[in-house]
């Protein structure tokens, strides 16, 4: 089981940054990737960064240019740097852990989700 809680939200002005914590912790042998989601109001939840275990990034087509999704393994934490907000960032923003596990010689890879930090971005 991991446990896995978001922090760092809040109310910014357009143009202003936030930077999101996903800290997480439990029994696993690794982490196969990391990802930040949004949920707008009304909307599905959609995927906004990740970041695989080689700590190679993919990011939406919004958040190019903008966001900066790290991790430090060593720390059990990672990161959603987000800088020149706008209102359509809005949303309850959700950290997703691809654990690995390995028990009796098996390996399987299990997600799990935190509660969610509220974004909001005002014009």
């Known amino acids: 089981q991991v446990h896995v809680v978001e922090s760092g939200g809040g109310l910014v002005q357009t143009g202003g940054s936030l930077r999101l914590s996903c800290a997480y912790d439990g029994t696993f042998s690794g982490i196969k990737s990391m990802a930040w989601y949004r949920q707008a109001p009304g909307k599905e939840r959609e995927l906004v960064a990740m970041i695989s275990g080689d700590y190679r990034t993919t990011y939406s087509d919004s958040a190019k240019g903008r966001f900066t999704i790290s991790r430090n393994n060593a720390e059990k934490v990672g990161f959603l740097q987000m800088d020149s907000l706008i209102p359509e960032d809005t949303g309850l923003y959700f950290c997703?852990?691809?654990?690995?596990?390995?028990?009796?010689?098996?390996?399987?890879?299990?997600?799990?989700w935190g509660q969610g930090t509220q974004v909001t971005v005002s014009s």
């Open positions: 997703r852990i691809e654990a690995m596990v390995v028990n009796l010689g098996r390996t399987s890879f299990p997600e799990y």
